[in-house]
């Protein structure tokens, strides 16, 4: 009797569960209807509902002037760059398109190929396909536009250098950041597409000079397509980067570069009292405006190829024999020492033996009896090689190093190298 009691009991049990199963299946199939056909036109229309996005506007970079801060040394110019939305280019017509674009910007279509072929067909973000677009171009492409179904174009910033050429080593150029710069400098705020100084000041002070880029912000669909594209969208203002001030002079600067002419080397013109630099000119130079010009390219692998390295800063990235300014070295050791009176008189006959080798005097017919006043007042070289041979080798290059010779300055450009002060144990392991 108990057996049968528990037997129906379960059969209950199996009966309500059961039922309870198929109940909820029931509604939830009964769910998934009304979801698939009274609610599907509203979800589908969901799906395509709007996100946000946000693209940059580029900050202005700061001007630089020269000393009476008047005139700008560099300027930002407008510009424009051309772009590609890759899934606007009809499939029929994409080589026909990319050939005839390729010829107004003269670009070999490869260019054009490769920019579009990192993204897919279907893709509606922006490519760009070229800075540095003058007006006429992108008068063009406006005036047939119908020929160019999913070209744009925008406004940028382009650098511009209207100084004299000779402060080039000086300001630097600016450049897309590269990949392996980007690695280094992500965590500072550079993004791929930023503009990073390059060289001289505007790679020393880039983070002032670049500003805070701004925000575009607009929705798209879940195409990536901009749906709001001819209506307001909603921005935060880019702030410009800082202007900076030189201590460069540049009518100075200008009558330097005269003065070099076009001999290799360098002048540099100091204010006494303060230590600011004045002028700095290296030869040969470059024009900085070649950098962003449509042929910057050719015009950087030219005179990187140039044997007399235009890019070198020959100021503060060469090395150079001080000449008789070295005399005011061996003048102080001489005064400090007393290895012999400076009031000791020295025959100079125009040539001074020293080993086997003779060392001429600049003036070749001598300065006769000359003392430690009238040889530095006549630079003349015997009495300072007589000096020299006095104090010996290593206290001249302790000297030397005393009034921070091959040493590094501290200047505010990058890029700078030390010197060498020879000394008998630089000699034995020369």
Not at 198 to 214: A, S, T, V
Not at 259 to 287: C, H, N, W
Request: charged share 25%; with cysteine.
């Amino acid at each position: 009797m108990e057996t049968v009691k528990g037997s129906r009991r379960t059969k209950l049990r199996m009966i309500v569960l059961s039922s309870f199963v198929i109940v909820s299946l029931l509604m939830l199939l009964s769910y998934l209807g009304y979801l698939q056909l009274l609610k599907g036109l509203e979800y589908k229309k969901q799906a395509r509902d709007t996100v946000h996005r946000q693209s940059v506007i580029p900050a202005p970079r700061g001007k630089i002037y020269d000393r009476y801060f008047d005139l700008p040394l560099v300027v930002n110019g407008d510009a424009f760059a051309v772009d590609i939305i890759p899934a606007e280019v009809p499939a029929l017509d994409r080589n026909e398109i990319y050939h005839s674009l390729a010829r107004r910007l003269k670009l070999p279509v490869q260019t054009i190929e490769r920019a579009v072929g990192s993204t897919q067909e279907n893709s509606y973000r922006p490519v760009q396909i070229r800075g540095n677009v003058d007006f006429e171009t992108i008068a063009f492409l406006a005036e047939h536009n119908q020929q160019f179904p999913g070209v744009g174009w925008r406004r940028m910033h382009l650098r511009q250098y209207p100084a004299i050429s000779s402060m080039a080593h000086i300001i630097g150029y600016v450049g897309y950041v590269a990949p392996e710069e980007l690695r280094v400098l992500y965590n500072l705020g550079y993004r791929a597409g930023d503009i990073l100084g390059k060289g001289g000041i505007e790679k020393r002070y880039d983070q002032l000079l670049r500003g805070k880029n701004g925000l575009r912000i607009y929705e798209v669909d879940v195409w990536e397509r901009n749906v709001n594209r001819n209506q307001e969208t909603e921005e935060v203002p880019p702030e410009p980067g800082k202007d900076l001030v030189l201590t460069l002079d540049r009518r100075i600067q200008l009558l330097s570069e005269k003065a070099l002419g076009q001999r290799l080397g360098s002048v540099v013109v100091l204010k006494p009292s303060t230590g600011e630099i004045l002028a700095m000119v290296s030869y040969p130079r470059f024009d900085l405006n070649l950098f962003s010009s449509p042929e910057g390219t050719k015009s950087s692998t030219r005179l990187s190829l140039d044997d007399r390295f235009p890019f070198l800063n020959r100021a503060i990235q060469s090395a150079y024999p001080p000449a008789s300014t070295f005399k005011i070295v061996l003048a102080a050791a001489l005064l400090e020492e007393e290895v012999f009176p400076a009031t000791r008189q020295v025959l100079c006959t125009g040539s001074f033996t020293y080993g086997d080798r003779d060392f001429s005097c600049w003036l070749k017919s001598g300065h006769g009896l000359v003392d430690l006043f009238s040889g530095l007042a006549q630079s003349c070289d015997v009495y300072f090689y007589t000096v020299g041979v006095a104090l010996g080798a290593e206290r001249i290059s302790d000297y030397a190093r005393g009034f921070g010779l091959a040493q590094i300055s501290g200047i505010d450009l990058p890029g700078e190298v030390r010197g060498l002060i020879p000394s008998p144990r630089w000699k034995q392991g020369a």
